[in-house]
């Protein structure tokens, strides 16, 4: 099923792997210094800067082709209620899932993979599920790769017969770049409002937001989740406690900013001149930023486990 992505993904020439991580600049200030009401709620998160490109099943991406057993079918989603708004029913012929993430443990040395797994595959059903907070379907998996790779499946997967085109992801490569953020939304109760005059004072004297420069909301792993509105946080099914954040897939990736790479930079853009929360992305690359879903507008898909349960249950969430 041809993508929306494919003209304009034609006419670029793409990386095909991995690039490393990207240089960043540092933050302007110390977050527990200015506002120790802060202290302790630092988190460690690897930003993955998805681009268009042309990965492989070896590679981490987002959209790409996965490394799948070929003893293993393709998941399909055959949920008698999806459906793509504004269009005929789907009818009773399963939908194909499609690839979302693709991570290899040696790429994102913070991510704390199950025993005896080094990959991480996230594909879903790209139709609208009522019943699942009106967003795509995921299907989560851990795997080894080494013995998926000797026996990996030939060919191209199922590709879906009608899909929802906010939830078909464009190839991208990933540069996982681990960094350190603070919380937004998931401050604790009742505290932005009492630091809301602080912040604007920030904003005021130094010419930035601590929003804007101290977190994130862009495709990451760890860390906080990239929420457009506020914190739903899951719980486990089986025993109760609130799961750990594991990724968030994002409509929205840095095009200016502190958070936008150091090489991304419009070269025209004095360096010295232009402090790093004002930069402006090279025009000329910015049509390869992301991988091309808006997820309702500007929202995102957030996932979640929890590690004290054996089998590693998880769930996510969806917001606009």
Known sequence: MPSRHTQQDAARTRPTGPTGPRPLAPIPFDVEAV???????????????????????????????????????WPMCAEPDHYKPLDAPVGPEPVAMVPVVQLYARDVPGLVFPAGTD??????????????????????????????????????????????????????????????EYPNWDMPEGLSERLDERFEQLEEERGFCHFDVATTQQSKVGGYPGWTQGPDWPDCADCGARMEHLLSVTATEPGRGRWLPLDDRDPRQDPAGVPSWRAEADPGGLAAFGHGMDLGD?????????RACPDIPYAHRYDC
């Open 298 to 306: 500007c929202g995102g898909m957030y996932f979640f486990v929890c």
């Open 119 to 180: 990959l991480l595959q996230l594909l879903w059903c790209p139709l609208v599920h009522e019943d699942d907070q009106y967003a795509a379907n995921p299907s989560l998996h851990w795997r080894s790769a080494a013995p998926t790779a000797a026996d990996a499946a030939a060919g191209d997967p199922p590709r879906p017969h009608t899909a929802e085109e906010d939830y078909l992801p464009r190839p991208c490569t990933l540069s996982p770049t681990p960094a350190v």
């Open 35 to 73: 506002f120790p009401e802060l202290a302790g709620t630092a988190r460690e998160v690897t930003l993955l800067y998805p681009r268009a490109g042309e990965p492989g099943p070896g590679d981490s991406s987002i959209g790409g082709p996965l490394l799948w057993p070929a003893d293993e079918p």
